[in-house]
């Protein structure tokens, strides 16, 4: 017999996706499939350098040396890398102003609630949106500009400013780096690059929204930030996917530069297609990131909320190379249904007092698979450093599974690493004590579960942290049972 | 390359067993051993590129020319005084001489057998340890001369002691020691497994062990590690507890270049509890490598394991816990720490605690530290007229202790406490 409980999972688990519409616009599609006539196509179509050429052929040809990656706990059937397209871009393009924006993909934006006019004139959020793979509009440029800031799409990035990009792309995440990272390489066809002047501190968030929308394409981003000397910089970055059948393939790269007293906070809200209730489609999302704090002082923050994707594969790191150096990761990763996460982070201390800080909260319901896998490691030269890890994870309902597996390598004596995990269900005595007050099993299992997301939740800008909120409630709200 | 040299030799002798196979002891014709032999040719000896053992080689346990034959008993006369880490331990009542089962003065209500005649396990041999995916345990069950096959029913008084020797006085030796415990309904004891190794030339030895505890047993198990430095041991523990049985085990490592410990530990039963301690000083180039497995299979089990650890040196402390809970085992409690002190600039200390649940009604925690003394509480010493050093000495003596407190036996508590105190160059009268 089904109990009060049940019906209420049943009942909430049921909203669907809210983001699944496809749109009809205009594509310029590279025929379905991968070898070197591909990545000159689209060296072609972006009208790139010739070193560009020879950097992405390189990365193929090394990709083809490559095995796929096996070790995490994801289970999906093989990827036929030749059955995607590798670019797919709006036909429409050299915007001038939002106004010519092709209003179907405004009226994209606009479901997704982001609509760049009204960001523009509130909440002077700047928003360089990208929509499968090309840049299509890019606001505040000029307000930025003053400042000297950089925000611009890679592509742009590429034949404006080559100088930048060829000595920092790749210095993070180079191309041999791992199998994702290497096809991304190879094929990427845009992203957001950020360069920050030193000493100025950029105004306003910087943000983009990452769509995958034609079918049977792999959006394969690259994003490049550079915090020059004593700068701050916060970017945003939202991603979501109509519904399609079939997975599609998501391999993006990130890497961040911090110099001398630079500090990079990167927040992601990922709410990608997770598949249906019975785990078919949904976004695999193979994602590397990666910042570097090379100077004194710097600090580069992740903060990311998970709740999308059928398969997720991001270790958002930090290596903190320069003295005094910080890292953060925060976290919140669900899942639900048969969706499956496989995300953590990777802080490698090279400098001494170098301090890291990891908080990860993992929720796993329905029939998913939620792990957490880090990495500490504190080299020899690493004096002084300092690390401390927590991660949750909260179980909900007995056919998911939560796992944690960090691994600490402590090669200095003056170091102090911590870890510290917990597993447990939300606890009764919390549900009766809000029942008893008057509050409904349904409120009171949201309120608890967001007062568990908190300490992550803080950490969003205030445009994300609304949204993350909304995105747990749906997805949560649902699954608490 | 000496890895396919040795594994080459191993399967050589191994052949020449078959052909001139006189039933001496256990048949190398039995399927058993036949199939373990070919599992371990699929698997080879494992390397770092595997994920178990990803920090530690085996690499330098493989390079001595090691003897594979078993050579003649060692005089049992002699042995107790050869033997100087038997100070202080109660006499051995069972001796596994080079893998050799030898029974001394077993108490009346153990029961012993060898399989030397025995044609059929019972119980079955491996089904309680991945047989089928451990190259070393493969490995033993395929050369391993004998099975001591230990029955205990009843409550035993005092301290079971079985004494593992390895001879490597004339040539380096490879030793395949098997044991079978099982402790039947209600019954309850307290097992000392004592490594040795006898002469000063290196020794391997590969241990394998299968427990098995029935309803409403109780059983302390205190492993008492090599000391040698010519020592290499790798140790299999597979522990399978019934409705209610309690097992606590106690792992003293504080030597030895190549220490090993594989627990897995599967609470079958309901209302099983496992607890795990482990006290590990490592120093010179020495490697101790903790895996424990505790897979919780029923409801209400709560297993907890605390394990502490001195790295000096150029010394390498590896600790890997894997809490498994099954969809099944609701209410389950399952802790898990391990606290590592690091002496030097050289020293490693790596670890990963690990957690896979597919049950929600439980609760489940697991903590890893890692540092280097508490500076304040030296201060506190030295303030108080304690010289730095024995302030220092004093400081990791306790440090190690808290895994020790609750080890059953008096004796071999104070013997326990005067070894971690040597260790740490702690002088006996401050234990006062």
């Known amino acids: 017999m089904p109990t009060q409980q049940d019906e209420l999972l049943e009942r909430l688990t049921g909203s669907e996706y809210k983001y699944g519409f496809v749109a009809d616009i205009d594509e310029e599609l590279a025929p379905i499939g991968l070898n070197e006539d591909i990545i000159r196509f689209i060296w072609e179509r972006k009208g790139e350098p010739e070193w560009m050429l020879e950097w992405r052929l390189r990365a193929f040809r090394h990709w083809r040396t490559m095995e796929e990656p096996r070790w995490a706990k994801v289970v999906y059937p093989p990827i036929d890398y030749q059955a995607i397209r590798y670019y797919a871009a709006p036909k429409k393009r050299h915007v001038q102003s939002l106004e010519e924006v092709d209003p179907e993909i405004r009226r994209i934006f606009d479901k997704l609630g982001i609509p760049l006019e009204e960001q523009k004139l509130l909440a002077g959020v700047a928003v360089d949106a990208v929509l499968d793979s090309a840049s299509v509009a890019t606001t505040f440029k000029e307000k930025l500009a003053q400042l000297g800031i950089i925000f611009c799409s890679m592509s742009e990035a590429i034949q404006k400013y080559p100088e930048l990009v060829q000595r920092y792309l790749g210095s993070v995440v180079p191309y041999t780096d791992n199998f994702f990272a290497a096809l991304n390489s190879a094929v990427f066809s845009d992203g957001s690059f950020v360069y920050v002047p030193p000493g100025v501190r950029c105004p306003m968030e910087l943000s983009t929204y990452f769509r995958i929308n034609a079918a049977r394409t792999g959006q394969f981003e690259r994003t490049l930030i550079i915090a020059d000397e004593g700068s701050y910089v916060s970017y945003l970055e939202g991603c979501t996917a109509p519904m399609r059948d079939e997975n599609q393939l998501h391999a993006a790269v990130v890497e961040l530069i911090a110099l001398d007293g630079a500090e990079i906070r990167y927040s992601t809200v990922q709410n990608w297609y997770p598949g249906d209730r019975e785990g078919r489609g949904g976004i695999y999302n193979f994602v590397t990131k990666r910042g570097i704090c090379l100077g004194k002082e710097a600090k580069i923050s992740w903060t990311q909320v998970e709740t999308g994707s059928a398969i997720t594969w991001k270790y958002p790191s930090v290596i903190l190379k320069g003295d005094g150096s910080i890292g953060e990761f925060y976290s919140v990763a669900l899942t639900n249904h048969h969706q499956q996460a496989d995300t953590g982070t990777k802080m490698i201390h090279i400098g001494r007092h170098t301090r890291s800080r990891i908080v990860s909260k993992g929720i796993a319901a329905g029939r998913s698979n939620n792990t957490y896998r880090g990495l500490v490691r504190i080299l020899r030269g690493a004096d002084y450093a300092r690390n401390y890890t927590q991660c949750d994870s909260l179980l909900i309902g007995n056919a998911c599974g939560a796992h944690t597996f960090p691994y600490i390598e402590v090669l200095n004596p003056t170091a102090v690493t911590e870890h510290e995990a917990t597993t447990s269900k939300i606890g009764d005595d919390m549900l009766f004590y809000c029942r008893q007050r008057g509050i409904a099993e349904e409120d009171a299992i949201a309120l608890i579960v967001n007062g568990y997301c908190r300490e992550v939740l803080n950490h969003l800008p205030m445009e994300f942290a609304v949204e993350a909120q909304k995105l747990l409630a749906i997805s949560l709200e649902g699954s608490v049972g | ?432």
């Open chain 2, 1 to 432: 390359m000496a890895i396919p040299d040795l594994q080459t030799r191993l399967r050589e002798t191994f052949q020449r067993w078959m052909q001139q196979d006189n039933h001496q002891r256990w048949s190398p014709r039995h399927p058993l051993r036949r199939h373990a032999l070919e599992i371990f040719e699929r698997l080879g000896f494992p390397t770092t590129r595997h994920e178990d053992w990803k920090y530690t080689s085996l690499a330098p346990a493989l390079r001595p020319a090691y003897r594979i034959e078993i050579p003649s008993l060692p005089d049992l006369a002699l042995l107790p005084s050869q033997l100087p880490a038997l100070e202080g331990l109660p006499s051995p009542q069972l001796w596994l001489l080079n893998g050799i089962p030898v029974p001394v003065a077993l108490p009346p209500h153990s029961h012993f057998q060898s399989f030397l005649h025995a044609e059929d396990a019972d119980p079955p041999l491996g089904d309680i340890l991945p047989s089928e995916t451990e190259a070393l345990v493969a490995l033993n069950t395929a050369f391993a001369p004998d099975v001591a096959a230990l029955t205990i029913s009843g409550h035993g008084d005092g301290v079971l002691h079985l004494a593992l020797v390895t001879t490597a006085a004339d040539e380096p030796q490879l030793a395949h020691p098997r044991l079978s415990l099982t402790l039947e309904a209600n019954a309850r004891q307290r097992l000392l497994l004592s490594f040795h190794t006898l002469g000063t030339l290196p020794a391997f030895t590969n241990t394998v062990a299968e427990i098995r505890l029935g309803p409403n047993t109780q059983l302390e198990l205190i492993l008492w590690q090599p000391e040698s430095s010519t020592a290499f041991a790798i140790t299999t523990l597979g522990i399978e507890l019934a409705q209610n049985a309690h097992l606590s085990l106690w792992t003293l490592s504080l030597g030895g270049a190549l220490v090993r410990n594989n627990l897995y530990i599967r609470l079958s039963g309901p209302a099983a509890t496992a607890q795990l301690f482990g006290a590990t000083m490592v120093e010179g180039q020495h490697t101790v490598d903790h895996r424990t497995y505790v897979e919780h299979r029923a409801e209400q089990c709560t297993s907890n394991q605390l394990y502490k650890s001195i790295a000096d040196g150029h010394g390498t402390v590896t600790f890997t816990g894997r809490i498994y809970v099954h969809p099944q085992a609701q209410k389950t409690n399952a802790y898990q720490s391990h606290r590592a002190v690091l002496l030097t600039g050289t020293a490693t200390v790596n670890a990963r605690p690990q957690l896979e649940i597919y049950a929600d009604d439980v609760r489940c925690t697991h903590g890893a530290t890692a540092g280097s003394l508490d500076e304040s509480a030296l201060f506190y010493l030295r303030s108080r007229g304690v010289s730095h050093a024995q302030a220092r000495a004093l400081l990791l003596h306790a440090f190690l202790r808290e895994a020790l407190v609750l080890l059953p036996d008096e004796r071999l508590r104070q013997r326990a406490d005067a070894l971690l105190a040597e260790r740490v160059h702690l002088q006996a009268a401050e234990l006062l």
